[in-house]
């Protein structure tokens, strides 16, 4: 018995209690790991990514930049009208620290800029303007002038366009005219917005508790209207339902995997208590794991959080293997710790291979700067080392402890895998069929690697969301925040330090978007400077010369329509100038700093409902409006959603190739120094090439987009996928070339139970409502078939079908595999 196995069964106990103390402690870090979940896309670029230092300085410098949208439906609009009112009186009264502010009517703001409306138009308008009114007085003077009427002289009539002026100027506050006396609403009233603005380093959570409790001390179905119904949405909205969500899949897919889990190694083994140190084991394995990521990263963001399902899945592999090899020499009346021992011995350095690929397949993904890609490779890589290290540990441990109390004697007969044995008869019956078939999907593949082009990757994040958002929550009733403001609310921002840069960004801004044209990503470009009128001394002297042209007597004899147009130009406001500090605190709330400067901020509105689905013009776009800015004002942050979008596509178009270029490479490297010989090592990359081949060759042949997460199945793909190569023709070489039929009887049931933990641990996330994590399940699903297909069917029908040639040329010839007790051995 090697010196290892005898400490193992000698220290059970001991070493079992040592486990579990630190099994307690992984526990308690996993739960406080998972406590700490950031689902913001921004937490998946890297930390030195444009977008993400942009978005910090514009969080450090303003307010607010996001908010819950309330809305309110009733059909009673005076009753919601007055609900909306005393809402926002006792949201106004929370500390400034939980709401940043609340919008819900602009009649005021609309007012003080209908009271100025002549101050706006553009001076040359106005010169028209006034130059008409003193042409059309001398005109009526020179028409009502007998003289003229008896001298028979022809004067022209002066003419203006005063539709075409009003139109020019109508779009000023066309947006803000529809709402019924300025409050955020449809119409007809029967729909309604209150807009609830978070503090930019504020709670969401806080901010969504202490709506919820001002509703509910209202009470609006009593104190105003039955029929009133509430519903949010909103970037604040989002990001709670996106974090339920995901705790919610994360729950179920967890809960889900260890059920069918577990529920397989009883049916397959038939050992209840063997079965039961394999999920103990495994347990511990992953306690420690992110017990361990607690302190590795500290937190987790949306592609790492359903990292629970997928450790379970992959690191199940090695007990699989172990336990199996095991309960086989059990059954050749070997006793505990002989068994032990060969299991041990046997198994070892085959898992050690696997557990090294998958890990490596992980940490390739940890050499990148994609948070996305780093945190899900380093909690991946740790995973499989410490399953690995739990299940030559904790597992001879337990089994050592229940073999004490009760011999683990296995049933006599080895169980029958029903999968193992068609999959073998299908294999013997139609090598040829099955050769071919795997040829004609290999060249397909082949030829599908044309069709690739930056297009297949995803950029409309919002078809990664939460279905439930999208069908009854956040997502959904946005539509109705945007039938009542029918613009963006959350506006991309240019932030630079200087008041008279963003007047020139703003201007090449315009510049831009005009030259653009009317598929522009720029709807809309404000300042602060927007709101103040231009030329204003010389338009309040025009203004005077107009008011002085027309005295009281003569605007008594004017038609309504006129009379209405010159009381909007001559009025006591048109007189006085306005300066910044006269606006409406409304508007200069939106352009105002934490340390008090304003005017500094750009907002640069794209079109409402915008979805760029070419990521190459969305990338060019960002970096044109970040080139502008630079221009300007080097370093000038450009933030929003698009940005980040843009640097997401990047980073995955950067780092995403990287990633696979390794993890392939050190899963083939690893192969080939571990078994060396390459009769040995082909036949696995072989099946791995296949595997991985068929894949890509499925995905684009679909035009299955690429996201920020399944694009992760590619290369743990390579590491897991190794796995059933090995566990097959690692036992083909041992036998020696023997029927590659019974190495498929003998390790098939072994193999199709390892792909079939793995595969519950990715289609756990096929009933997720993330349908980020869906696209995973699919695609990682997906690589499991293909690379499971490659090693069970294509290569032993290839095999068979060399192996009848041959016989056929040379009747006397006979397969040869040279063993070598060096190299790792037969895996069952």
Known sequence: MHRTTRLLTRLAVPIFLAASVFSVGG??????????????????????????????????????????????????????????????????????????????????????????????????????????????????????????????????????????????????????????????????????????????????????????????????????????????????????????????????????????????????????????ALLIALFYGTFWTFGAAYFAVGYLNANSAFLGSIVLGNGINFPIILLARYLEERRNHLDHETALDVSITHTASATWTAALAAGLSYGSLALTGFRGFKQFGIIGLIGMVLCWISTFTVMPALLTIFDRFRTLEPKRAKPKSWVAGSIAHLVSKFPGTIAWISVALTLFSGAMLFRYNSSIIETDLSKLRNKYSIEHGSGYYSKYVDEIFGRYLSPMVALPHDRAHAAILAEKYKAKMKADGPTSLIHNVSILDDFVPKDQPEKIKILREISRLLPPSIRAQLDPKEAKLVSDFIRPETFKPIAVTDLPALVLGKFTEKDGSIGKLVLIEPPLNTVTNDGDNLISFVHSLREIADSVAPGTPVAGSLPISSDMIESINRDGPRATLFAFSAVVLLVIVLFRRPRVFAPVLLALFLGVLWLVGAVLAYWFKINFLNFIALPITFGIGVDYGVNVFSRYREERGADILKVIRDTGGAVVLCSFTTTVGYGSLLIASNQAFVSFGLLAVLGEMTCVAAAMFALPAILIVMKNRKERKNPAWKPELSPDSRRPENTL
């Open 27 to 276: 526990f308690y870090y996993s739960a406080k790991l998972y406590k700490n979940l950031r689902t913001d896309l921004e937490e998946l670029l890297p930390t030195s990514a444009r977008s993400v230092l942009d978005l910090n300085e514009v969080r450090s410098r303003l307010e607010s930049i996001d908010n819950l949208s309330v809305l309110v439906f009733s059909d009673d609009a005076a009753n919601s009208r007055r609900f909306v009112e005393d809402l926002a009186a006792k949201l106004n009264a929370e500390p400034k620290d939980v709401i940043a502010s609340v919008e819900y009517n602009i009649a005021k703001e609309l007012d003080f800029f209908k009271a100025r409306r002549a101050l706006y138009i553009d001076l040359p308008d106005l010169k028209r303007i006034r130059d008409y009114v003193r042409n059309r007085l001398e005109y009526e003077k020179i028409i009502r002038n007998p003289l003229t009427i008896f001298a028979g002289v022809n004067v022209d009539e002066p003419s203006l366009d005063f539709h075409a002026i009003e139109k020019k100027y109508a779009g000023q506050t066309s947006n803000y005219d529809k709402f019924p006396d300025g409050y955020y609403a449809t119409p007809d009233e029967k729909k309604r917005v209150l807009l609830v603005y978070k503090p930019s380093n504020g709670s969401g959570d806080k901010l969504k508790k202490a709506v919820v409790k001002a509703i509910a001390e209202l009470d609006p179905k009593k104190n105003y209207a039955k029929d009133l119904e509430i519903e949010y949405a909103g970037g604040v909205q989002n990001t709670i339902e996106e974090q339920a969500a995901l705790v919610e899949d994360l729950e179920l897919s967890t809960v889900l995997v260890a059920i069918l889990v577990a529920a397989a190694m009883v049916v397959f083994y038939r050992a209840v208590r063997a079965s039961t």
